[in-house]
């Protein structure tokens, strides 16, 4: 099975995280983040990978440690439950409309992280949570699942919904990049013999 957990003590945070890269969707996220939890909700749920996701952050600064630590902590497990990434699609793309929000997403599990982040929010806050704080989570997902992630902003009016669209067509780009694929079986997807 490729499950993972993952452990991460600072002085500025306690995390803890499980995957089930062949899950159904299923989440369970605490992270004291109201909208940051509701983000995860949709990350599990649109990539069918199951998390189990608990947080204790400095809230009393601001959110900011907490939602790059967890998107760290995420990372982490998802190199994990990779391992050797053998037979996996490697790449995956997804084009999601959202109301008047599209978003699309195209990503490489390489091995290599970057982020191409073109998305710009109409407001700074969404309700209490800072919206730089999304860009935030996908650069520590990049950097510590090895990811190439590229995420563009077609159009979009508000922001609840750009970040909403934006965390969903990841899910979806993330859902095919690593679901196995029958025709490379036990099969490195590289020329190079490493990921």
């Not at 990372?75 to 391992?83: I, N, S, Y």
Request: hydrophobic residues 45%.
């Amino acid at each position: 099975m490729r499950i993972a957990d993952v452990i991460r003590n600072t002085a500025e945070t306690q995390i803890s995280v499980s995957i089930n890269l062949d899950g159904t969707g299923r989440y369970e996220v605490k992270t004291g983040v109201g909208f940051f939890d509701h983000m995860m909700d949709q990350l599990a749920r649109h990539s069918l990978i199951d998390i189990t996701l608990s947080a204790n952050g400095d809230l009393h600064i601001d959110d900011h440690h907490t939602v790059e630590d967890c998107g760290i902590a995420l990372g982490q497990a998802l190199t994990k439950a990779m391992g050797d990434k053998k037979g996996i699609r490697r790449y995956g793309h997804f084009n999601l409309a959202m109301d008047d929000t599209q978003v699309v997403t195209a990503l490489d599990l390489s091995g290599r992280p970057f982020l191409v982040w073109n998305v710009a929010f109409p407001t700074a806050k969404i309700g209490t949570f800072d919206t730089e704080l999304v860009r935030e989570f996908f650069q520590a997902l990049s950097t510590h699942g090895g990811i190439t992630l590229h995420v563009d902003l077609i159009h979009g009016l508000n922001s609840h919904h750009i970040a909403e669209a934006a965390f969903k067509s990841v899910a979806r780009a993330l859902r095919m990049a690593v679901e196995p694929d029958a025709r490379m079986a036990g099969v490195l997807p590289s020329t190079k013999g490493s990921l």
